[in-house]
Nanobody
Framework: QVQLVESGGGLVQSGESLRLSCAASGSIFSIDVMGWYRQAPGKQREFVAHITSGASTDYADSVLGRFTISRDNAKNTVYLQMNSLKPEDTAVYYC???????????????WGQGTQVTVAS
């Protein structure tokens, strides 16, 4: 059983920064892609950023140039450095990963429980 645990959320003022972390644990063979999604109250979950095992990255237009995703493959951990935060960034941020386990060949998508990010206007 593989789990993702996010941390680093909190309350900040507009223009400040936060760094989110997501650590995967369990019987993991490999993690192909790790990423971040977010969900604001009353809205659907939306893509923020992701990174592959080969360090290819992708960002939503709304965060491009402000957020940076990185990955430590040895620790099965992904980070999201969020700079110049805006009130529009307020949401629950969820970690996501496509993983392979020793017991199964199928790539399985898993989600963390989320961490709250609130940016005051």
């Amino acid at each position: 059983q593989v789990q993702l645990v996010e941390s680093g959320g909190g309350l900040v003022q507009s223009g400040e920064s936060l760094r989110l972390s997501c650590a995967a644990s369990g019987s993991i063979f490999s993690i192909d892609v790790m990423g971040w999604y977010r969900q604001a109250p009353g809205k659907q979950r939306e893509f923020v950023a992701h990174i592959t095992s080969g360090a290819s990255t992708d960002y939503a237009d709304s965060v491009l140039g402000r957020f940076t995703i990185s990955r430590d493959n040895a620790k099965n951990t992904v980070y999201l450095q969020m700079n110049s935060l805006k009130p529009e960034d307020t949401a629950v941020y969820y970690c996501n990963a496509a993983v392979r386990t020793y017991s199964r060949l199928v790539v399985t998508t898993i989600w963390g429980q989320g961490t709250q990010v609130t940016v005051a206007s």
